[in-house]
């Protein structure tokens, strides 16, 4: 990344705010683009960026060659259909997705071939959304991880390498887009799953009152971005179908152990999550 | 509870430790058994009880008027088979035990008309056990559960509930036995299944340097006391197992409806999940 990058974030939300206030801190000129003029605006009071526009600016755009897009996948896709001739040669582009595998083959089939994509994930995030709530320092606990394909060069994949660094996380990793989504689908979306699973099954609001810190620990992400999460799920259907058939299976079980009073397994269960877990301990 | 109420912690762990801790802080007289003689050692040095023995005392148990039971659920039925003839005539005797039908009509029936069993959970707890640490501060966060049956007097349920107040716990609540149980099989149980199942799904332990806080989250009670919650979840296995089912059948819809792409129903769920949860914020 050169001193001289013109960083534009297109999308300019919770992460794309966190990463314009961050570039900005490292001294980059950076511009945004996003449909609410309200994001625009608090982003330039904060001085977070030095120009922003509402919905499409060619000229912002053209002079950029660093673009992040925090937008969702589907409006991501979208964008590239309709405004990529603005894109000057040799710009190169990353995204914030939280799903790699479709959104970089289909980003990389449509970009002409004189911009780069280089495909990368921040795994940072909080249970709010909107630009109000952006943090940069949200990233110092964080992985950042890059999954280049076969399209992409050394050149490239240093520079988004470098991206991660100005923002300060914690660990910068390498995977395969393939990779990547089949360990998001086990270790963030199963998860979510889950949690979500647990609070629709039966309305237990009324227990508020004795609910201790591990039912809130384990629901917590269970308020989730409707919007969102139904796109990332479709975009890993494959692997989070597999999770959840598998984690059902590991649960039915459990139930026949329970049923069947098979005291031995039981405890083999309990001790074979408790050695694993520790392994997660920090 | 009067001024110069004599307790006896029968079974000093982690619980046991932290109410002698508790008691002994309110001027109370505490005395303590248990089968280790480092945990009795360990309660003497630190001030949290005048007496102590090893094992069985019958002394100890006779000039108490007040006992608290920390054992294990079966322990605790077999030590009232041995040794309920060493109780004073009028002793008021309650547990900690996290489940409480089962162990409210066994423990009621068994014991001789001149003693009173009412029954209470602590809702408090740690993922080590042990005195050593044992700390009384971890109740004033909690709740405490009094679940008394149609053979408890009035004044046998006040002296639980100013058991209660002297430990300082947050709130305390009066519950069936039966309501207690279906709670607790919901909140408590079914999210430890949970958890354990997920960790044992798979060995995804290569996957610790990506694993963010909602996975930590998520397992943290995945590391669990074997010989303890075997107990527990058998004593309350019609409970559980509903659970279980209702569980396992909101995950197999939600998996339908990811696998027929069915967003409407989806985005309901995330909405719905969303709801629910914020009731939980504190």
Redesign the interface.
């Known amino acids: 990344m050169q001193e001289e990058s013109h960083f534009l974030i297109i999308g300019l939300g919770l992460l794309g705010g966190s990463y314009a206030q961050g570039l900005k801190r490292k001294g980059y000129h950076v511009s945004a683009l996003d449909i609410n003029p309200e994001s625009i605006a608090y982003a330039l009071e904060q001085g977070w960026i030095d120009e922003g526009a509402v919905g499409f600016d060619e000229k912002l755009v053209a002079q950029a060659d660093s673009i992040v897009f925090g937008l969702y996948p589907q409006a991501l896709l979208e964008w590239i259909d309709q405004h990529q001739d603005s894109f000057a040669p040799n710009t190169r582009i990353t995204d914030v997705t939280g799903v790699k595998e479709q959104i970089v083959t289909q980003v990389q089939q449509k970009l002409h071939p004189d911009v780069e994509f280089i495909a990368s994930h921040p795994?940072a995030g909080r249970e709010v959304s909107g630009v109000q709530y952006a943090d940069c320092s949200m990233f110092e606990p964080?992985?950042f991880?890059i999954t280049p394909t076969a399209a992409n060069t050394e050149a490239g994949i240093a520079w988004v390498r470098s991206l991660a660094e100005a923002l300060n996380f914690r660990?910068i990793?390498v995977l395969s887009p393939a990779e990547h989504d089949k360990?998001i689908g086990?270790?963030?979306q199963?998860?979510?799953?889950?949690?979500?699973?647990?609070?629709?099954?039966?309305?237990?609001?009324h227990?508020?009152?004795?609910?201790?810190d591990?039912?809130?620990?384990?629901?917590?992400?269970?308020?989730?971005?409707?919007?969102l999460?139904?796109e990332l799920?479709?975009m890993n259907?494959q692997n989070?179908?597999r999770?959840?058939?598998?984690?059902?299976a590991?649960?039915?079980h459990?139930?026949s152990v329970?049923?069947n009073?098979e005291?031995d397994e039981?405890?083999r269960?309990?001790?074979?999550?408790?050695q694993?877990?520790?392994?997660?301990d920090?």
Do not use: P
């Not at 227990?207 to 201790?212: A, K, R």
């Open positions: 795994m964080a992985n991880i660990n990793a360990m086990f270790l963030s199963l998860t979510h799953v889950i949690a979500v699973t647990l609070m629709n099954t039966s309305d237990n609001t227990l508020v009152d004795y609910t201790g591990s039912f809130r620990d384990l629901t917590r992400i269970a308020k989730i971005n409707e919007s999460w139904t799920f479709l259907k989070l179908v999770e959840i058939d598998e984690f059902a590991e649960l039915a459990f139930r329970l049923e009073e005291t039981m405890k269960l309990f001790r074979q999550s408790t694993r877990r520790k392994c997660f920090k």
